[in-house]
T-cell receptor, first 114, second 113 residues
Framework: EAQVTQNPRYLITVTGKKLTVTCSQN?????MSWYRQDPGLGLRQIYY???????DKGDVPEGYKVSRKEKRNFPLILESPSPNQTSLYFC?????????????FGDGTRLSIL | SQQGEEDPQALSIQEGENATMNCSYK?????LQWYRQNSGRGLVHLIL?????REKHSGRLRVTLDTSKKSSSLLITASRAADTASYFC?????????????FGKGITLSVRP
């Protein structure tokens, strides 16, 4: 089954404790992206990657890191999480070398930073 | 800044009625996409309309695009309680160096049984 898988789905942690949210897709997509969703602010892009070893900042990259060492994986790293990073996070993937292709989303990761 | 802006922010209708949601965007696009999000879940792609198209249908969904006004509308006909969800439009500038979908803040649709 074609899917985008995020782990964990839920995480409660404390300020300053490094964490990684994994994202994996099995559709051979070149493009992967991370979003955060906050009430009243909609979806905001954190980072995206057009292909392996190519990453770019989105609209709200501060406090986050990503890597794209393999085509299928795009982990989101919070080196020193803070309470303002409490949010619902989504990973998405798609074909970007083909026009008019939608993105596929994971089910989300709800992070609470205390 | 948000490329897509939906209107209204919230919509409540009776089952069987039609629901119309609007979206405006700011710059040139290759296509405009609509997504649905059930509570606590990821976004699911509903329909995509290309910049050279004016109207598209998919089941009970009808989407229109007016590139001169930089706006799109999504019509859900004969709504059902199961259509209750948030709906997002996303403007796609197409493939390029800064290519990314930009989402609006979403419309919350409630369909009363």
């Amino acid at each position: 089954e074609a899917q985008v898988t995020q782990n964990p789905r839920y995480l409660i942690t404390v300020t300053g404790k490094k964490l990684t949210v994994t994202c994996s897709q099995n559709m051979n997509h070149e493009y992967m992206s991370w979003y955060r969703q906050d009430p009243g602010l909609g979806l905001r892009q954190i980072y995206y990657s057009m292909n392996v070893e190519v990453t770019d900042k989105g609209d709200v990259p501060e406090g986050y890191k990503v890597s794209r060492k393999e085509k299928r994986n795009f982990p989101l790293i919070l080196e020193s999480p803070s309470p303002n990073q409490t949010s619902l996070y989504f990973c998405a993937s798609g074909f970007r070398d083909r026009v008019n292709q939608p993105q596929h989303f994971g089910d989300g990761t709800r992070l609470s930073i205390l | 800044s948000q490329q897509g802006e939906e209107d209204p922010q919230a919509l409540s209708i009776q089952e069987g009625e039609n629901a119309t949601m609007n979206c405006s965007y700011k710059t040139s696009i290759n296509n405009l996409q609509w997504y649905r999000q059930n509570s606590g879940r990821g976004l699911v792609h509903l329909i995509l309309i290309r910049s050279n198209e004016r109207e598209k249908h998919s089941g009970r969904l009808r989407v229109t695009l007016d590139t001169s006004k930089k706006s799109s509308s999504l019509l859900i006909t004969a709504s059902r309680a199961a259509d209750t969800a948030s709906y997002f439009c996303a403007a796609d500038p197409g493939y390029g160096a800064n290519s990314k979908l930009t989402f609006g803040k979403g419309i919350t649709l409630s369909v009363r049984p």
